[in-house]
């Protein structure tokens, strides 16, 4: 254990018989110190167990506290959006309110409310994934941030690369900005290897719906139609809708790309016979090391922290084998990136 973890967990006993009679009791705005290391989760839709987003964030919130010595059951608090995420807010502010610190919000659709809840609790520091802070002025608010059409361009790559039809397909789980970066580098890498590539791309549910990420069967339609026009490979960046795609590259004996965590892992036999790759979104490490660095007291605030390809936030998995035969390709361009060589667009 650390020195400062120790520290951490050396007064946390007198601090939770304490915490009711002393308001924002659990730290200061540049992170750890002599506070308990409590943290606080609020899921994106479909919370835990999606096999994707979210499960890759709570991965990294496990990792920082076993580091820290904490207890993963007693240590953390996991709350979950209703259906149509109009409780949010709440979550957020319970979670302050319950003194845990730091407080991590999964997903930009928390984007339109954090900034005025973290100003409401400036002894308690907040982050969330997938939003860009620096110009909200909230000096205990940290933004998560990836190079999603980075990866997705290497998604795109690999599709093409791999595709006997010379077309593919994407399926979106939110009409946003954010999906669209993956749709935007999932086409640019197809297109820079096969110019004439087909691409179908279809949108779960509109902008402000989040429902799209938590609809596995509007997936698999999704999916069964592009390989029914013809597509051989289809990418996903729909969240637990992404088990529906799997489906139905299974039945149509295809091939998918999954996100975010490497979901060969996670997925059944069947499945791991079609999922040639995740484009790899390391939202647990973003996080584990958002936590150590609030730990450690080394926090800046009120700033993102970028993950992408030269950072190693943002991959392709190789988990079965399916595109080994192609990683000089993938290298390649994965370098040109780096480079500069190549500037991957964000908007389709």
Do not use: W
């Amino acid at each position: 254990m650390t020195k400062a973890a120790a520290l951490l967990l050396a007064g946390s006993l007198a601090l939770a018989a304490c915490a009711s009679d002393d308001e924002n009791s659990s730290g200061g705005t540049s992170g750890g110190g002599e506070g308990d290391l409590k943290v606080g989760v609020a899921y994106d839709t479909g919370g835990r167990g999606d096999k994707s987003f979210n499960d890759s964030a709570i991965a990294g919130v496990e990792a920082a506290v076993k580091a820290a010595g904490g207890d993963v059951k007693e240590d953390i608090q996991e709350l979950s959006p209703n259906a149509d995420g109009s409780d949010r807010a709440e979550l957020l502010t319970q979670l302050a309110e319950n003194d845990f610190n730091p407080v991590i919000a999964v997903g930009f659709a928390y984007g339109d409310i954090i900034g005025d809840i973290a100003a409401e609790y400036p002894d308690t520091q907040f982050a969330i994934v997938d939003t860009s802070v620096s110009e909200m002025g909230v000096d205990n608010l940290t933004g998560l941030v990836f190079a999603e059409e980075e990866g997705s361009f290497l998604a795109g790559v690999a599709a093409a690369s791999k595709s006997a039809t010379g077309h593919v397909g994407f399926v979106g789980g939110q009409e946003s900005p954010l999906i669209g970066k993956f749709q935007a580098g999932f086409e640019a890498g197809a297109k820079a290897v096969n110019p004439d590539v087909i691409v179908d791309v279809k949108y779960l549910s509109p902008a402000g719906d989040p429902s799209g990420f938590g609809d596995p069967e509007g997936g698999k339609v999704a999916a069964q139609g592009m390989y029914q026009a013809g597509a051989d490979i289809v990418f996903h960046a729909a969240g637990g809708s992404g088990e529906g795609v799997f489906e139905a590259a299974v039945e149509a004996g295809q091939r998918a790309i999954g996100v975010d965590s490497d979901q060969y892992l996670s997925a059944s036999a069947e499945q791991q016979a079609v999922i040639m790759t995740s484009m790899l979104k390391r939202v647990d490490n973003a996080v584990e090391g958002y936590i150590e660095d609030f730990a450690a007291g080394d926090l800046e605030g009120g700033s993102d922290i970028l993950n992408d390809l030269e950072t190693g936030g943002i991959a392709l998995s190789t988990s079965g084998g399916f595109i080994d035969d192609i990683q000089d390709v993938i290298e390649d361009y994965r370098q040109q990136i780096i480079d500069g060589d190549i500037e991957v667009p964000t908007t389709p």
